[in-house]
């Protein structure tokens, strides 16, 4: 168990609403991630954190933002969600010590926009 | 840009058959190398990886994978396959200079017929 918590794990909401998803680590890791997967895309990195306020821009960061107040919490937002990010995200953590780069995944969050 | 690519979308075989998943990626320079598997309704883990040595690498559940540094390939093998193999396979390269961001191919789905 990589000690990573992700809520929620089911949401349905409507187009134009506001959603956020909360990644929390046990950790203490500095690198956290945000990814997205969908049919036929594999996961695709929205955005990342390598440190306490430290984030940056994956490949499709458009139409979503984040926050890292703490070490713990990795904070993505939908400021107005749109049908297009109907999709699983995933919460990724990478040990600070490993060099390989492997990361470790939470249980995923469904979302659903209608 | 970096890119990961992986022949195979959908593969059906029978138990005891052998296995061989394709994964070439783009990147010129010095990479690590995953596969994460993803059983239905799981998030995902860890196979195995490739970070530096022996370019034949063994993972869990008799999983093995071949770096070919010349043909920027890191196929997955398993001489034969159960019924739990069912799943979804992915590539995934970063770079070894980077802060961990991996990016991954479009995903393989397995399935096994008993």
């Known amino acids: 168990d990589a000690g990573i918590t992700q809520s929620p794990r089911h949401k349905v909401t409507e187009t134009g609403t506001p959603v956020t998803l909360r990644c929390h680590q046990t950790e203490n890791h500095r690198y956290m991630y945000w990814y997205r997967q969908d049919p036929g895309h594999g996961l695709r990195l929205i955005h990342y954190s390598y440190g306490v306020k430290d984030t940056d821009k994956g490949e499709v960061s458009d139409g979503y933002s984040v926050s890292r107040s703490k070490t713990e919490d990795f904070l993505l937002t939908l400021e107005s969600a749109t049908s297009s990010q109907t999709s699983v995200y995933f919460c990724?953590?990478?040990?600070?010590?490993?060099?390989?780069?492997?990361?470790?995944f939470g249980e995923g969050s469904r979302l659903t926009v209608l | 840009a970096q890119s990961v690519s992986q022949h195979n979308h959908h593969v059906i075989l029978s138990e005891a058959a052998s296995l061989e998943l394709g994964c070439n990626y783009s990147y010129g320079g010095t990479v690590n190398l995953f596969w994460y598997v993803q059983y239905p309704g799981q998030h995902l883990q860890l196979l195995l990886k490739?970070?530096?040595?022996?370019?034949l690498v063994k993972g869990i559940k008799g999983f093995e994978a071949e770096f070919i540094k010349s043909k920027f390939s890191f196929n997955l093998r398993k001489p034969s396959v159960q019924w739990s193999d069912t799943a979804e396979y992915f590539c995934a390269v970063t770079r070894s200079s980077n802060t961990g961001k991996l990016i991954f191919g479009q995903g393989t789905t397995l399935q096994v017929k008993p």
């Open positions: 490739y970070f530096s040595g022996d370019p």
């Open positions: 990724a953590i990478r040990d600070d010590r490993d060099p390989t780069g492997e990361l470790f």
